[in-house]
């Protein structure tokens, strides 16, 4: 703890001893240490304290009378005057009254008041003569030497001036115990207010200074109070050209007045300044509706996206980057379309989402699509497998852990994915597969915003958005007791229902095309064509494994095509037995309506088109589509 005598710095100027011993008794009894000037006169006085600011700081100075007044004149530093009383004046007047008959006080008129009225009462005469300043001292010894006094009665500077008239001087003497202390007090009153001021504003000086903004303040005039130095780097301005400058003159583009007459923040502007284009925040001073100023800071648009860049590289070695977004998502289908619309609804707001779909339905794509549309796009964005990792390692991967919390865990502990998720999103897909036990901790989580480390007993508060999915029905394992009521819905606040692909046939040609594209370029073939049938048939199965499955599928086309072309030979070579195994294949009827429907969408409803997709006439078709009731 700081030792009370290092922190404060008081000079105490004594104009005679007993004053400067009673003020070492006051300080002793405070535990304050003070520096005491004794017995020097003014100009003495003077130099001393000069001296002593040149090596320290002065907080204030106790002093009295005309030596309180030329201390005030001569530094920039509080100066507390000690009382004095109308007692201390006439024990000054008592020692002298035996041995004259007219007696001269001189003084300040809050100091000697209408002392000349107590001459009655004394039985001698009294002439005071009250000064205004201290340069008024030797004219008021004058006059009283004109006035014939015996002797006088002021401060020390009265007295030595009345010496040089040959006049007694007696001094007012001022060291009861309770002025002294009464001094004391209100220095380090004023100590401790002006330490305050100089600590906030050197916290301001840091925070304008070492703040990686540029930061400008105007007066009610226009007038630049304050330009640090980031604000002269950005624009290339020296801060001391451009203070107490019109801001209109140094930054025309900034139109910081034009914000004191709106009396309205201005916020994410981007100007030119200079040719660089600046983001520009700007808002006014005001007290009692009253705008005294405004203020704006602004950082260089290129550095803001460069350090942008940096946090993406390093949330990026991390693995903690969404890379997909919206326009990832394949797809012209009407239910496609409008899910997409509605996922961009919900990226806007930070409430839990759940998402459901069968294996290979692209949740996470949509996940980190909703991420990249959101407010949180910058943060980081981190993707748990819940079913990849095993019960043991789970919770603590979640909740991270401290040092010591169990056998193997790292010595200096590890924040959890929730923790490394703040300011951003986690994802947790297979959310079915988490034990009850951790379900209850991630329930604390999502009502509290909360996480405690494995092992540690302090809360740690984090900000995130969950989003959850997975291809289980959650309602049945709740009835099963195998999954929490009150945790399913608070991660279902927001659903979104992914269709599988046999719902959306009318997008396989999209995909193949698009594998094709991918798997062409990765393997260095080159694919010129696509038989029509190929793409038919690929549109009749019905996909358990859904766009994954098709991808897979495309590649092993693209890799087995011969010629640039892939025919339906080669299909059905890939195919083989995972048609009748692992695809589900629809029967002869459910084909047959399914390929009729297919050839319709891919020739946009042209029969002709799709009779000769089909190699069928038109006839044929026609038929057809009337014995499976198709319009």
């Known amino acids: 703890m700081q030792n009370i005598d290092d922190y404060y710095n008081i000079l105490f100027i004594?104009?005679?001893?007993?004053?400067?011993?009673?003020?070492?008794?006051?300080?002793?009894?405070?535990?304050?240490?003070?520096?005491?000037?004794?017995?020097?006169?003014?100009?003495?006085?003077?130099?001393?304290?000069?001296?002593?600011?040149?090596?320290?700081?002065?907080?204030?100075?106790?002093?009295?009378?005309?030596?309180?007044?030329?201390?005030?004149?001569?530094?920039?530093?509080?100066?507390?005057?000690?009382?004095?009383?109308?007692?201390?004046?006439?024990?000054?007047?008592?020692k002298v009254k035996k041995h004259v008959k007219r007696i001269g006080v001189i003084g300040f008129p809050n100091i000697i008041g209408n002392i000349s009225s107590l001459s009655e009462f004394l039985d001698i005469e009294i002439?005071?003569?009250?000064?205004?300043?201290?340069?008024?001292?030797?004219?008021?010894?004058?006059?009283?030497?004109?006035?014939?006094?015996?002797?006088?009665?002021?401060?020390?500077?009265?007295?030595?001036?009345?010496?040089?008239?040959?006049?007694?001087?007696?001094?007012?003497?001022?060291?009861?115990?309770?002025?002294?202390?009464?001094?004391?007090y209100k220095a380090i009153e004023i100590a401790n207010m002006r330490k305050n001021q100089l600590a906030k504003a050197e916290?301001?000086?840091?925070?304008?200074?070492?703040?990686?903004?540029?930061?400008?303040?105007?007066?009610?005039?226009?007038?630049?109070?304050?330009?640090?130095?980031?604000?002269g780097r950005i624009l290339n301005i020296k801060p001391e050209l451009a203070l107490n400058e019109p801001v209109d003159k140094i930054i025309p583009g900034f139109n910081l007045t034009r914000t004191l007459v709106r009396k309205q923040n201005e916020f994410d502007e981007i100007v030119n300044v200079n040719d660089k284009y600046i983001v520009l925040h700007k808002a006014p001073i005001l007290i009692n509706e009253v705008a005294l100023g405004a203020v704006a800071t602004f950082d260089n648009l290129e550095q803001i996206q460069?350090?942008?860049?940096?946090?993406?590289?390093?949330?990026?070695?991390?693995g903690h980057v969404a890379k997909f977004t919206f326009d990832s998502i394949l797809g012209n289908s009407k239910i496609m379309k409008?899910?997409?619309?509605?996922?961009?609804?919900?990226?806007?707001?930070?409430?839990?989402?759940?998402?459901?779909?069968?294996?290979?339905?692209?949740?996470?794509?949509?996940?980190?699509?909703?991420?990249?549309?959101?407010?949180?796009?910058?943060?980081?964005?981190?993707?748990?497998?819940?079913?990849?990792?095993?019960?043991?390692?789970?919770?603590s991967e979640l909740f991270g852990y401290v040092k010591g919390a169990f056998t193997g865990a790292k010595e200096e502990g590890k924040a959890?994915?929730?923790?490394?998720?703040?300011?951003?999103?986690?994802?947790?897909?297979?959310?079915?597969?988490?034990?009850?036990?951790?379900?209850?901790?991630?329930?604390?989580?999502?009502?509290?915003?909360?996480?405690?480390?494995?092992?540690?007993?302090?809360?740690?508060n984090i900000d995130i958005r969950i989003i959850s999915a997975t291809n289980k029905n959650l309602a049945d394992l709740i009835k099963l007791n195998k999954f929490r009521e009150d945790l399913y819905y608070r991660l279902n606040v927001l659903n979104i229902n992914l269709p599988s692909l046999r719902e959306r046939i009318e997008d396989i040609p999209i995909f193949i095309d698009h594998f094709i594209t991918l798997k062409s370029k990765e393997h260095k073939k080159i694919i010129t064509k696509v038989d029509d049938i190929v793409i038919l048939k690929l549109s009749t199965y019905s996909w358990p494994g859904n766009v994954r499955q098709l991808e897979n599928i495309v590649e092993r086309l693209v890799v087995e095509s011969s010629n640039g072309v892939i025919s339906i030979n080669d299909l059905n070579n890939v195919l083989g037995d995972e048609v009748t195994e692992n695809m589900s294949v629809?029967?002869?009827?459910?084909?047959?309506?399914?390929t009729i429907e297919t050839a319709l969408k891919l020739s946009n409803n042209n029969k002709t088109l799709a009779a000769k997709t089909l190699g069928i006439d038109r006839t044929t078709l026609w038929r057809m589509m009337k014995r499976y009731n198709m319009s």
């Open 127 to 184: 002439i005071e003569i009250q000064i205004n300043s201290i340069q008024e001292s030797t004219e008021a010894v004058r006059k009283a030497s004109q006035l014939q006094v015996d002797a006088i009665v002021g401060d020390r500077i009265a007295v030595e001036t009345a010496a040089e008239f040959g006049i007694y001087g007696e001094l007012i003497v001022t060291d009861s115990y309770e002025c002294i202390a009464k001094s004391f």
């Open 586 to 594: 629809l029967n002869i009827d459910e084909i047959t309506k399914k």
């Open 416 to 460: 959890g994915l929730f923790e490394q998720a703040h300011k951003g999103t986690i994802f947790l897909d297979e959310i079915a597969e988490i034990p009850l036990d951790v379900q209850a901790r991630l329930l604390r989580v999502l009502q509290e915003g909360q996480v405690q480390r494995i092992g540690d007993d302090r809360i740690i």
């Open 14 to 94: 004594s104009t005679y001893e007993e004053m400067a011993k009673r003020a070492e008794l006051v300080s002793k009894d405070l535990g304050i240490e003070v520096d005491i000037i004794r017995g020097l006169n003014l100009s003495n006085s003077v130099q001393a304290v000069r001296k002593r600011i040149q090596n320290r700081v002065v907080d204030a100075i106790i002093t009295r009378g005309g030596t309180a007044l030329k201390m005030k004149e001569e530094f920039n530093i509080p100066v507390i005057e000690i009382e004095v009383t109308i007692l201390d004046i006439l024990k000054a007047i008592g």
């Open 338 to 395: 409008d899910i997409k619309e509605r996922a961009k609804k919900y990226s806007l707001v930070d409430s839990a989402i759940l998402i459901h779909g069968e294996t290979g339905t692209g949740k996470e794509v949509f996940a980190q699509s909703i991420h990249n549309h959101s407010l949180r796009r910058n943060g980081p964005f981190v993707a748990v497998n819940c079913a990849a990792l095993p019960y043991s390692l789970l919770e």
């Open 203 to 231: 916290e301001l000086r840091l925070i304008t200074e070492l703040t990686q903004s540029g930061i400008i303040a105007i007066d009610k005039d226009g007038m630049i109070t304050l330009f640090n130095a980031k604000a």
């Open 306 to 318: 460069l350090i942008e860049k940096k946090a993406r590289k390093k949330l990026s070695e991390k």
